[in-house]
């Protein structure tokens, strides 16, 4: 689609981990006419950038979704309540509210003809009942039925996903649906909570490191697999996925699988050590096993992501590492606020 320079491009939760990502690649392709959105207030953003429309909002009401739809010709809806399992099995209602977002943005979005529509949806809409082997079963994009998806925030996305269908079929919203698998890499959520199982192995690990702790708490068995797709294949992924015309929802993840335990091996040979594990079998751990199915990604647009575990590991271990003793000297760390694409 030729990029209309009078209209915007938005990008919604723009102050968290995909959505900063998302809003500094669309610079350094050469956008300028980027509305980035987000509720939190602008000091918390991972990342800002100069020369774009900064919007620190609510997108849970309707009449902040009317504002940023305003005027915008493509909106990549990245807005929700999420976190690594801690933080979605605790909060269930929570999360099935991000509903409000996305049930607005899509109306505002319908209101303001614009021309495409991105909704990012989880891994978590699959059936748990084909995620209890070990061994990582490949969920194939028609496994999400019948529906048992992730109780609270699958069963939003599963629902969400319905409704971007709906709007495309009754309404003419070009609607495109990815749903991610484990996303992880630098300027993402590190530490409070809500990060994932990559961010999280490489703090502990490097918070071993730097105390001379010899021990290391793994939640689950640490035999649990999963496959995790690093930031630079979700940007391109959103991207292909966005201007082509696959209009189902579709898969967007690695199909390398590991288990947590090997996810471990990886972050203490960055760091150079060896760790006592001890496994916590009553922390939230999610389901046993699970990994990308990209037999349909691979007939549409003949890519996957590639990234291997090991390269976008040990970036986002160096890049935890820095931000972990910035912020262990007393310094804020996370922000980076550009002036230029990068
Ligand atoms: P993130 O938590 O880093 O970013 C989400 C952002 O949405 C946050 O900055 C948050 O403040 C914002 N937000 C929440 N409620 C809002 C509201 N009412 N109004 C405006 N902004 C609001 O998460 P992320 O990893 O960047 O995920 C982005 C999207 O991708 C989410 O929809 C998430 O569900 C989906 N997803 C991510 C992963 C992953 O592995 N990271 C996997 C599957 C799906």
């Not at 109306?107 to 989880?122: E, I, P, T």
């Not at 048992?148 to 495109?176: I, N, P, Q, V």
């Not at 035999?223 to 898969?251: A, H």
């Not at 760790?275 to 009553?282: A, E, F, G, M, V």
């Amino acid at each position: 689609m030729q990029p209309d320079a009078s209209r915007w491009i938005v990008v919604t939760g723009a102050g968290g981990f995909i959505g900063g990502n998302l809003v500094s690649s669309l610079r350094s392709r050469g956008h300028r006419n980027i509305r980035a959105v987000d509720t939190k207030p602008l000091q918390d953003w991972y990342q800002r950038f100069q020369g774009v429309e900064n919007l620190s909002l609510d997108l849970n009401l309707k009449e902040n979704c009317e504002t940023v739809a305003k005027d915008a010709q493509e909106i990549y809806n990245l807005a929700a309540n999420m976190g690594g399992m801690g933080f979605i099995e605790h909060n269930k209602a929570l999360c099935m509210l991000s509903v409000l977002i996305n049930t607005h943005m899509l109306q505002a979005a319908m209101k303001n003809g614009v021309d495409r529509y991105f909704y990012s949806s989880s891994a978590c809409v699959y059936n748990a009942d084909k995620q209890k082997a070990f061994e990582a079963p490949s969920l194939r994009e028609e496994d999400a039925y019948p529906a048992m998806a992730e109780d609270g925030y699958g069963w939003e996305k599963l629902f969400s996903e319905r409704m971007c269908r709906h709007f495309r079929e009754d309404y003419g919203l070009r609607t495109r649906v990815a749903r991610f698998h484990n996303a992880y890499g630098p300027w993402g959520t590190w530490y409070g909570g809500r990060e994932k199982a990559p961010a999280a192995i490489c703090r502990k690990v490097i918070e071993a490191k730097v105390k001379g702790r010899q021990e290391i708490e793994i939640w689950g068995s640490g035999v649990q697999t999963r496959s995790f797709m690093y930031i630079d294949d979700c940007l391109k992924g959103i991207d292909l996925i966005m201007n082509s015309d696959i209009v189902e929802p579709i898969n967007l993840g690695s199909s390398e699988a590991v288990t947590i335990n090997q996810l471990v091996d990886l972050a203490e040979e960055f760091a150079g050590i060896k760790l006592k594990r001890n496994y916590d079998l009553s922390a939230p751990k999610g389901v046993n096993g699970r990994n990308s199915d990209n037999t349909l990604i691979q007939k549409y647009l003949h890519w996957e992501p590639n990234t291997t575990l090991r390269v976008g590991l040990e970036k986002t271990y160096r890049w935890i590492y820095d931000q972990y003793l910035a912020r262990e000297r007393g310094k804020a760390g996370v922000v980076r606020e550009a002036s230029t694409a990068s």
